[in-house]
């Protein structure tokens, strides 16, 4: 037994709440603002489940979707711009009242050169 390593266990999250594809952080499923959270509020990063309608689970994609940008409705409401890193889908999702606010301001100050919403 000397030399063995015991393999490591995963922490499952909580019930009512999911483990970021990309911080790795436990994020609940309630979101201020909206009703189906979908994406990480610190890191900003998402799965690629939902097709057309939040919360459908109807993409067999699974893929982890990435914050490129951000975008107003004309309400004035932000949105984030997703981009799936293993299909390149794009999906346009609602920002909730705990996302990190330094987080979006740097994703809205970052320019969209050399990005697929390049102009």
């Given at each position: 037994?000397?030399?063995?390593?015991?393999?490591?266990?995963?922490?499952?999250?909580?019930?009512?709440?999911?483990?970021?594809?990309?911080?790795?952080?436990?994020?609940?499923?309630?979101?201020?603002?909206?009703?189906?959270r979908n994406h990480c509020p610190q890191c900003l990063t998402?799965?690629?489940?939902?097709?057309r309608v939040p919360g459908d689970r109807d993409a067999g994609?699974?893929?982890?979707?990435?914050?490129?940008?951000?975008?107003?409705?004309?309400?004035?409401?932000?949105?984030?711009?997703?981009?799936?890193?293993?299909?390149?889908?794009?999906?346009?999702?609602?920002?909730?009242?705990?996302?990190?606010?330094?987080?979006?301001?740097?994703?809205?100050?970052?320019?969209?050169?050399g990005s697929r919403l390049s102009l």
């Open positions: 037994m000397a030399g063995q390593r015991r393999p490591q266990r995963r922490k499952q999250p909580r019930a009512g709440s999911f483990r970021c594809a990309g911080c790795k952080a436990d994020v609940s499923m309630d979101a201020p603002g909206t009703a189906h998402s799965l690629h489940l939902d097709r994609c699974g893929g982890r979707m990435e914050a490129i940008g951000v975008t107003v409705k004309g309400a004035g409401e932000w949105m984030l711009i997703h981009e799936c890193r293993r299909c390149g889908g794009l999906a346009v999702n609602r920002i909730a009242g705990d996302d990190n606010a330094l987080t979006l301001m740097r994703l809205a100050m970052r320019p969209l050169s």
